[in-house]
């Protein structure tokens, strides 16, 4: 059996070196991820496809250091996640990291620039000056005229915008996207894909998309497919901007 690395390699924006992550259920183990290796360079948009129970969850709750591994060991940004404490986790998240989720999570009862301007205000930063940031972000999506709408006068495609936004504004060097486009029609959903492309290739941000679609995955310049909790195929879908396959970790 390999052993993981001790040292992250810095030329990537995400590793994961070996990874196993279980749980107890009912007084039985289940396995989520096994020995799962991964190498994703800086500036990568990679597409992580399977079905449901195939481990993808798991493992943007890991990279997102939200759960620890069982064994194995995550790096982000060129830091161990284990060896981090939950202060220095929500620091990672609140300045490096930018997460998308399924069903929005935005705060129903605030406008969008609020939602969007809360992770800057979570650091402390200056009401004027969280504002301001948050309207270039939501500016950057497409919704600089929607601004002072709360979430219920918004359409589905629309409340995912303002989630990007809410990623973006911390100008991030990942953004880990989860089923981003499931709540959507396919014409929404193609624009936030886009998005999420024009982002990678113009600003340099890693980009990870987990999806059960096809369509989606093919965004990306590279489509993993987990299944029982393993990589079962891996695809390089833009030869033109190659990515590194399963790296051997020594």
């Known amino acids: 059996m390999r052993m993981p690395v001790t040292m992250p390699d810095l030329t990537l924006s995400i590793e994961l070196a070996d990874v196993s992550k279980a749980y107890q259920r009912g007084g039985s183990e289940v396995v989520a991820l096994r020995d799962v290796s991964l190498a994703v360079p800086r500036g990568e948009f990679l597409s992580v496809m399977g079905p449901?129970?195939?481990?993808?969850?798991t493992f943007l709750n890991l990279v997102a250091g939200?759960?620890?591994a069982?064994?194995?060991e995550v790096y982000v940004a060129g830091r161990a996640l284990r060896e981090m404490s939950d202060d220095a986790l929500t620091d990672l998240r609140q300045?490096?990291?930018g997460v998308i989720f399924q069903f929005f999570n935005l705060l129903?009862?605030?406008?969008?620039?609020?939602?969007?301007?809360?992770?800057?205000?979570a650091l402390g930063g200056a009401r004027r000056t969280t504002e301001e940031k948050a309207l270039e972000a939501l500016a950057r999506v497409g919704l600089n005229g929607r601004a002072h709408h709360r979430p219920i006068q918004l359409s589905g495609g629309e409340m995912q915008r303002v989630a990007i936004a809410r990623a973006l504004v911390i100008d991030p060097s990942i953004i880990l996207a989860d089923?981003?486009?499931?709540?959507?029609?396919?014409l929404a959903g193609a624009e936030i894909l886009?998005?999420?492309r024009e982002h990678n290739r113009e600003r340099g941000v890693t980009v990870v998309l987990v999806t059960h679609s096809a369509i989606a995955a093919a965004y990306g310049d590279r489509v993993i497919t987990l299944r029982d909790g393993q990589i079962v195929d891996e695809v390089i879908t833009r030869p033109e901007k190659p990515a590194p396959h399963l790296r051997p970790v020594s």
């Open 52 to 57: 449901s129970g195939s481990g993808k969850s």
């Open 66 to 68: 939200l759960d620890i």
């Open 70 to 72: 069982t064994s194995g």
């Open 95 to 97: 300045t490096q990291v």
């Open 108 to 121: 129903p009862n605030i406008t969008a620039l609020d939602n969007v301007a809360l992770p800057l205000r």
């Open 179 to 186: 089923e981003p486009t499931g709540n959507l029609d396919s």
């Open 194 to 196: 886009d998005l999420l």
